[in-house]
């Protein structure tokens, strides 16, 4: 009996030993798994940044290329029609070449009427030259194009504008650069120059951009077109300005994950599980937006964040707050979303889009990308093109 009883207390011993290493063994991995997670997160971030050697080659060759045209072949044809309240007109802001021609090819390709679509291009001075090159040599078939420098809006300055004023300030770029904040995980996503480019603002100017028309279809530089978008322009927003695909299917696409409500300015007057929606595809009423003086609503935000309290970074915040009881919900198929971060979004609704979206770090002309989504956004570029053969830009 003595004997047995030894023996039970041994296993039991042993028992805890073996409880206590399977815990320590445990507590081990799951330290290796957060490690690694981190640099996945960072070297994900940090790729997402980074030009592929093709794509920084792609500008200086076609810079090169245009300053040997003459004055004349530098001009794009139909100019006439940059105006015409009568027809389609697009915004596209990006200093990205490939990307700007895959939207404009996709788009073109399954318009009913080329002829009546026209492509307003914002670039920055380094990429204006190369991009007015590619759309000179790659026309889009009877579409329209137009490719303006960002710094040619002389109104559009420190002085209009407090946002331009906080992206130029040392506070602000210490705020995104700053070593000791590149350790945490919640700053990471913080620290991509998009944030600090004018260009990712401009679609809070579009009036001033177009003065004479009435409606604009803004597109980011991360979509492919899949169907005819004209339908868009001849939809009643009911006295709305934004008209966008609402993202609340999820818990973090509601207010309270963009914006600040310990805040009382945003806790007063918002609603934190209001619907989010998304950028990238949005038809914008010029007149309502002239009516109800928008910009200055987004302006009067942008002073009141100018310590960050109220969001921290990005377009869609600030898209939120200037654009709250003034957007109008689109059918979830014109625009489906998460192709740049979701490898399980759902097939019949990318199938059924009209407009895809690679929002996230897994752009498809990155290496990271997903492969089954680069299908749909690579049959928009020609490979062949001389350009692209000569900096070795491959599918």
Not at 20 to 47: D, G, I, N
Not at 90 to 118: C, E, G, M, Q
Not at 149 to 157: S, V, Y
């Amino acid at each position: 009996m003595d004997q047995s009883l030894e023996k039970g207390k041994q296993i039991q011993d042993d028992c805890a030993a073996v409880v206590k290493k399977l815990r320590a063994m445990l507590h081990s991995s799951e330290e290796q798994l957060r490690v690694h997670k981190k640099q996945t997160m960072f070297l994900t971030q940090l790729t997402a940044k980074t030009l592929p050697k093709g794509l920084h080659c792609l500008p200086l060759r076609l810079t090169t290329e245009y300053y040997t045209l003459n004055s004349s072949q530098q001009n794009f044809p139909n100019q006439q029609k940059l105006e015409d309240p009568r027809l389609y007109h697009y915004a596209l802001f990006s200093d990205n070449i490939l990307a700007a021609a895959v939207v404009v090819n996709s788009t073109i390709s399954h318009a009913k009427h080329p002829s009546d679509h026209v492509f307003h291009i914002v670039t920055d001075k380094l990429n204006y030259a190369a991009m007015r090159m590619w759309f000179l040599s790659n026309p889009p078939g009877k579409a329209t194009i137009q490719v303006q420098n960002i710094e040619e809006f002389t109104w559009l300055n420190s002085s209009y504008s407090p946002v331009l004023k906080q992206l130029g300030s040392p506070s602000m770029i210490d705020y995104y650069f700053r070593a000791h904040r590149a350790s945490s995980d919640s700053n990471l996503k913080f620290r991509n120059p998009k944030y600090l480019s004018i260009l990712n603002h401009l679609r809070f100017y579009l009036p001033e951009i177009f003065p004479k028309l009435n409606k604009v279809l803004f597109l980011d530089d991360d979509i492919v077109v899949q169907k005819d978008l004209t339908g868009l322009w001849s939809l009643d927003l009911k006295g709305n300005v934004n008209g966008a695909v609402e993202t609340c299917g999820e818990s973090f696409h509601r207010f309270d994950r963009y914006l600040n409500f310990s805040n009382p300015l945003i806790s007063k007057n918002f609603d934190p599980h209001a619907c989010g929606w998304a950028y990238g595809m949005n038809i914008f009423d010029l007149a309502e937006w002239r009516r109800q003086s928008i910009t200055e609503v987004y302006h009067r935000w942008q002073r009141l964040n100018r310590d960050r309290q109220l969001w921290k970074l990005g377009t869609l915040p600030p898209g939120l707050i200037t654009f709250w009881k003034r957007t109008y919900s689109l059918d979830k198929s014109w625009h489906v979303l998460g192709l740049g971060y979701n490898p399980n979004v759902n097939q019949r609704e990318i199938d059924r889009a009209a407009v895809i979206h690679y929002n996230g770090n897994l752009k498809p002309w990155l290496e990271i990308g997903i492969p089954k989504y680069k299908i749909y956004w690579a049959k928009y570029v020609d490979y062949e093109t001389v350009y692209l053969r000569e900096c070795n830009i491959n599918p």
